[in-house]
Nanobody, 116 residues
Framework: QVQFVESGGGLVQPGGSLRLSCAAA?????????MGWYRQAPGKEREWVGT????????SYADAVKGRFTISRDNAKRMLYLQMNSLKPEDTAVYYC????????WGQGTQVTVSS
């Protein structure tokens, strides 16, 4: 039932970096899936962070993270990544990977806390 599993979250200081990973279940033809990263801060609505095309050629980002975050993927390894640099306290949230198409699946999420 679990199609994606996130990892790599943790506590980092402002200005630091963190790399999140999302592993896809072997049952999925991962190379066919358009993928996205989302996050939800305490007391806030879940928001879109960025999206990557199935082949990894096209990427888009929310304004709040553009220039600081980078989405990538390795279809052979069935992995999705989110490289986060220059982290700010407002980046604190639970981060989720999610498939957009052809079917929608959510991961369980991984906590990222940016604090000194």
């Amino acid at each position: 039932q679990v199609q994606f599993v996130e990892s790599g979250g943790g506590l980092v200081q402002p200005g630091g970096s963190l790399r999140l990973s999302c592993a896809a279940a072997s049952e999925l033809v991962f190379g066919n899936y358009r993928m996205g990263w989302y996050r939800q801060a305490p007391g806030k609505e879940r928001e879109w962070v960025g999206t990557i095309s199935s082949g990894g050629t096209t990427r888009s980002y929310a304004d709040a993270v553009k220039g600081r975050f980078t989405i990538s993927r390795d279809n052979a390894k069935r992995m999705l990544y989110l490289q986060m640099n220059s982290l700010k306290p407002e980046d604190t949230a639970v981060y989720y990977c999610k498939s957009v198409s052809p079917r929608e699946y959510w991961g369980q999420g991984t906590q990222v806390t940016v604090s000194s």
